[in-house]
């Protein structure tokens, strides 16, 4: 049985990693390389948050957007909001080999032979109805093609082994609108309202299901396509996700299995914080093969108990239990799982636990993390 | 890591909403600062998370996280909070939503709103050294900033999208404030989506919920606690002074760290109507001492003043209370009498008196007013209760002399009827110790002799395997401390906070068979000896 082994998330950083003069992150992995190294682990990987606002511009090459030409207010130069799915969307064949030699030369910046493992994405629109007004869900579709395009140039031109690209479900909020009072909840406060409407999970589903093998269509016939690795479709807590849950995973799952031309190209990211808050119990993942079969890739961070304010440092308190987790990890590479998978044309575990700290307090707090969770991998 | 710019934050965040935590800054300093230096980062934060969410936005998910030096004491205060980049989302959703939701009156409103703090957490040290008791969580390193702020207070302003959403911005802060009991604590969008009605029509609206709706939400099974919507009005004790023990109720949810969410108008707490003159004497915003109106509470006839909701976080002995605004500040002081005033108005079919939810550990059924029967026509006496009745009801039938008792359960001492009441968590050493000091109060007694007899106490309430059959009790501590054997001690009554009264009718004859709520009564002081116990 191999080894689990570690990576670290970007998303770290918030402020972007591509901007070479603001990119504290990178040295960080060197950091922990050096923590790991008695636990006899190899070499930090990296899983590169693709999505993070201020790194966008940097990826479609365009190191200024104009002043209005997405918030039509803020001046250039300022860490202006831009939409991932409307630049990662519209990227051109060019913009992602260029991108690509970008994300390669910052990683490997301070040390050649740093690898990237994995690709993180926030596309939530991939699931939203086309009500909302806006073609947010075919730009997320084509935002996750282009991904996995990216993903595969990293791979096969910068021989990096992302084995993993990790996507979120987006909710079950279908439109959101001004209507005028008809059932008012307060008794103030009179008059228009804005009223969300939610769509059924089966149906969000169904849209999300489609949109996976839309973007996958994307890369027929490209010879990008066997380089490109599977999509992991991340859990997150709260009643409007799509996927939110131990029932809505099992059912999703079960979709899953009765769309065979996703085998291999779709599975799960298994967030150990974000399945622990959501009450999803180990026996769960573990005894229902549609789902442990479809586990490609994890991430750990500290938590509270029912609650995601936020990725926070791991803690010893949590050793018990997070080491049962890094436990059944380790089973996903034993033969007999990698033989089920194979025979049931499935992609296989990356055999990376990604330590996740979006946007964390400083870089102390990750190697403090690294260094508590290399020791407890199996 | 994640440090940016002030030249960025103004950007995102926008002059109003700016200037906003900037007056926060100053009110939490105590107004001291002619400046208050700062400092921020990006960060993760459940509430713009579940803001962008709801609004069908990916981004802007993360907010902007402040802090606050204070010169004075050379560091860093004990607080931080997430600003919403209220700029950027005004953008976001206009480019998402472009006229659907009403555009630029939309974006204006997003844009120019005054409520740019999202979640925080807020160290209560100076409201403690002023006597203070403020409820705090333990949610520093779950924010990973236990190195700022280990405990404390949340505190968070409502997004307002057309309508207030102040209910579960209160409930979130209640939430979090019970977070060792609650099965989740939900965001924003979460907690609107969590009302049976939203749940059955799968579509919600984004405004406030009704009390009852509030008090839905808390007893779901996602969040895990419950609630109890309480009123002043006091049917079973009409001699008894109905606001005194709405005092002496909330100070023992509040010593026994339950939060209370009030229903206010919030025309009345904010001055909405009054002039400039008016403001800092006739309202309890203005009474707070802030060094300016902020501009959103002057009269703006597109927001009426209507049904609002705050959360008591803090009181004093004098019948102060603090409670938190999601509409301006934390920690405003108010007194019982001015909350009274501030109490929702009148409307036909609606109760005619304080309203109040404290928010409480699911198993917890017994309450300590119960809750008043709405009637559905004004004319009708609503002063009946229905099931649960509260502690009170109980301990009023069983205690004073004006009613029978069982004959049962002993004699209660005269005089100081309802006495010190504390919620215990008999799971927890910490929540018994600090109950079982409670009891022994008194400002005569020797701390000592006090600590004593409250260890003697404890020794006895552990000894009683009768207390083992629930987790959840109430003391009550009545009459005087006894010190010595010759002493006439008083009584400490607990009472099972797990009792189930089921669904009998109102009727004096089954109130009187509730005294199985009552585990066993002790001397309150001396040999701390139990002078009645149950049976199992």
């Known amino acids: 049985m191999s080894r689990l082994q570690l ?5 770290a950083c918030a402020v972007g990693i591509l901007d070479p003069v603001a990119s504290p992150l990178l040295s960080v992995y060197g950091e922990i390389d050096l923590e790991i190294a008695s636990h006899r682990l190899g070499p930090t990987g990296v899983e590169f948050y693709l999505a993070m606002e201020p790194d966008l511009p940097h990826l479609a090459n365009q190191p200024a957007i104009t002043s209005g030409s997405l918030t039509g207010v803020l001046p250039p ?27 390669n030369r910052v990683i490997r910046s301070r040390d050649s032979d740093r690898t990237i493992v994995a690709v993180a994405t926030f596309f939530p629109e991939i699931s939203r109805s086309n009500e909302m007004g806006y073609p947010a869900r075919q730009q997320a579709v084509n935002a996750l093609a282009n991904s996995l395009r990216l993903a595969a140039i990293l791979n096969r031109d910068f021989k990096h082994r992302i084995a993993a690209l990790e996507a979120v479900t987006g909710s079950r909020i279908r439109i959101l609108e001004k209507t005028e009072d008809a059932d008012p909840l307060s008794e103030s406060d009179k008059g228009s309202q804005h009223t969300i409407a939610l769509d059924r999970p089966e149906v969000v589903r169904e849209r999300l299901i489609g949109s ?37 995973l099992t059912e999703l799952a079960g979709l899953l299995d009765g769309t065979p031309t996703l085998n291999g190209l779709v599975g799960f990211n298994l967030d150990i914080a974000h399945f622990r808050i959501a009450n999803v119990s180990l026996d769960a993942v573990c005894g229902v093969h549609s789902i442990r079969d479809r586990i490609l890739h994890a991430h750990v961070s500290g938590h509270h108990r029912c609650a995601h304010f936020g990725d926070g440092v791991i803690e010893a308190d949590d050793e018990g239990e997070i080491r049962r987790w890094l436990k059944f990890l380790t089973e996903l590479w034993s033969a007999a799982d990698r033989e089920r998978r194979t025979s049931k044309g499935l992609a296989q575990f990356s055999g990376y636990v990604s330590l996740e700290l979006e946007a964390t307090r400083c870089a102390a707090d990750v190697i403090e993390s690294a260094r508590r969770i290399s020791g407890w991998i199996p | 890591m994640n440090q940016i710019d002030v030249q ?4 995102q965040v926008g002059p109003i909403g700016m200037k906003m935590a900037d007056s926060l800054c100053r009110w939490l300093a105590g107004g001291k600062y002619k400046s208050v230096p700062f400092e921020f980062r990006i960060a993760p934060s459940i509430i713009t998370r579940s803001e962008c969410e709801l609004l069908g936005l990916s981004a802007p998910r993360f907010a902007i996280r402040k802090y606050v030096d204070e010169p004075s004491r050379s560091g860093r205060l004990p607080i931080f909070f997430n600003l919403r980049r209220l700029v950027w989302l005004a953008n976001a959703i206009e480019r998402t939503h472009g006229n659907r939701l009403g555009a630029p009156e939309f974006r204006e409103e997003i844009e120019q709103s005054p409520y740019v703090i999202a979640d925080s957490l807020l160290d209560p040290s100076r409201f403690r050294a002023a006597g203070f008791h403020v409820l705090t969580a333990d949610l520093g390193r779950h924010y990973g900033e236990s190195v700022v702020c280990e405990r404390g207070t949340p505190f968070l302003q409502h997004l307002k999208l057309g309508g207030g959403m102040c209910a579960q911005a209160c409930l979130f802060m209640a939430i979090c404030l019970q977070e060792r009991y609650a099965n989740s604590i939900l965001g924003v969008a979460e907690l609107t989506a969590s009302t049976k009605k939203a749940l059955n029509d799968q579509k919600f609206s984004l405004r406030g919920l009704t009390a009852e709706q509030m008090v839905e939400v808390l007893r779901s099974h996602r969040v895990g606690l419950t609630g109890f919507l309480e009123g002043s009005a006091l049917h079973f004790a009409n001699q008894q002074d109905p606001l005194a023990i709405v005092g002496t109720v909330w100070k023992a949810y509040l010593h026994s760290n339950v939060p209370v969410i009030v229903l206010v108008d919030l025309g009345v ?16 915003w203005g009474r707070n001492h802030l060094t300016v109106r902020p501009d959103f509470t002057k009269p703006q006839p597109a927001h009426p003043p209507g049904q609002h909701a705050v959360v008591l976080v803090g009181c004093s002995g004098d019948n102060t209370f603090l409670f938190n605004d999601p509409a301006l500040f934390p920690f405003l002081k108010a007194s019982l009498s001015e909350l009274n005033e501030a109490r929702i108005p009148e409307k036909p079919g609606k109760l005619q008196c304080m309203q109040f939810i404290p928010v409480l550990p699911a198993a917890v059924r ?7 029967m709405r009637s559905p026509d004004p004319k009708i006496d609503y002063s009946h209760r229905v099931p649960p009745r509260g502690l009170l009801e109980l301990s009023f039938r069983f205690q004073t002399p004006n009613f029978q008792t069982t004959g049962r359960l002993p004699k209660a001492p005269p005089g100081g009827w309802p006495g010190m009441i504390r919620l215990v968590d008999s799971n927890d050493d910490d929540s018994v110790t600090a109950a079982c000091r409670a009891m022994f109060l008194d400002n005569n007694l020797d701390p000592d002799v006090r600590a004593t007899l409250a260890g003697r106490f404890q020794r006895s309430f552990r000894q009683n395997q009768l207390h083992n059959t629930g987790r959840w009790k109430w003391f009550q501590g009545l009459g005087p401390v006894g010190v010595d054997a010759n002493a006439h001690p008083g009584q400490i009554w607990v009472w099972n906070a797990e009792f189930n009264q089921g669904i009998a009718p109102v009727s004096i004859a089954n109130v009187l068979n509730m005294y199985k709520a009552v585990d066993a009564v002790y001397e309150r002081g001396a040999g701390c000896f139990p002078t009645f116990t149950g049976s199992p």
């Open chain 1, 212 to 248: 996976l093998a839309d973007a996958w269509s994307q890369l027929d016939g490209d010879p990008l396509k066997e380089f490109a690795p599977p999509v992991a479709l991340e859990l997150e807590p709260g009643p409007c996700f799509l996927l939110q849950d131990e029932h809505s």
């Open chain 2, 8 to 11: 960025i934050v103004r950007e």
């Open chain 1, 77 to 103: 130069n300022s860490n202006r909001p831009v939409n991932a799915v409307e630049i990662l969307g519209a990227m051109l064949p060019q913009q992602l080999e260029r991108s690509a030699d970008l994300i």
């Open chain 1, 7 to 11: 990576s670290v998330l970007t998303s």
């Open chain 2, 366 to 372: 017994m309450p300590l007013l119960g809750q008043p």
């Open chain 2, 269 to 284: 707490v904010s001055g909405a109507k009054l002039t400039a003159a008016e403001w800092t004497e006739r309202c309890i």
